[in-house]
């Protein structure tokens, strides 16, 4: 599975997928692809949508997320001022270094399943969770 460790902005410093802000008037599966582009230099293609992430950080900050797996991808990943691509095996995700709510669904969305779940956050901690797979 080919991921990132993010260089700056949120969760500077752990291991993600390509990810960022949609821009004005773009869908979550355009931006989901401008992103892999613009952050590791691949274009990503067979895009699944799996889930949806809400959450509450406690200085008031919000943010959703739309989840996608891609099935492939053209171009050779490269590193970039935003991050650097990283591989790993599926049954070797690097959860310790992710933000701490991934290993509540990553595991279920790579076995096929999909989801929606809201979590609370004070700074990189997380306080709850609701994780529901539909
Ligand atoms: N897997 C996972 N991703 C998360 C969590 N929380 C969280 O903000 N993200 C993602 C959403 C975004 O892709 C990214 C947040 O980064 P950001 O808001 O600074 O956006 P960015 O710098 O990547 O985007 P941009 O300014 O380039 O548009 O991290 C989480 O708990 N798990």
């Not at 993010?6 to 979550?28: Q, S, V």
């Not at 900050?61 to 599926?90: H, K, N």
């Not at 809201?118 to 709850?128: C, I, P, T, V, Y």
Request: with cysteine.
């Amino acid at each position: 599975m080919l991921l990132i460790r993010k260089k700056r902005g949120l969760g500077a410093g752990k291991i993600n997928g390509p990810g960022g802000k949609l821009e004005p008037g773009e869908t979550p599966l355009q931006s989901a692809i401008r992103e892999a582009q613009e952050e590791i230099g691949v274009t990503p293609s067979q895009l699944e949508e799996r889930g949806l992430l809400h959450f509450q950080f406690t200085d008031g900050y919000s943010l959703q997320c739309t989840v996608f797996i891609a099935r492939a991808f053209t171009g050779e990943p490269i590193e970039t001022p935003e991050a650097t691509p990283m591989w790993f095996d599926i049954d070797g995700v690097p959860y310790d270094d992710m933000w701490e709510d991934d290993q509540y669904w990553l595991p279920q969305v790579l076995a096929g399943a999909h989801f929606i779940a809201w979590f609370e956050f004070d700074g990189e901690k997380m306080l709850s969770k609701d994780v529901r797979f539909v």
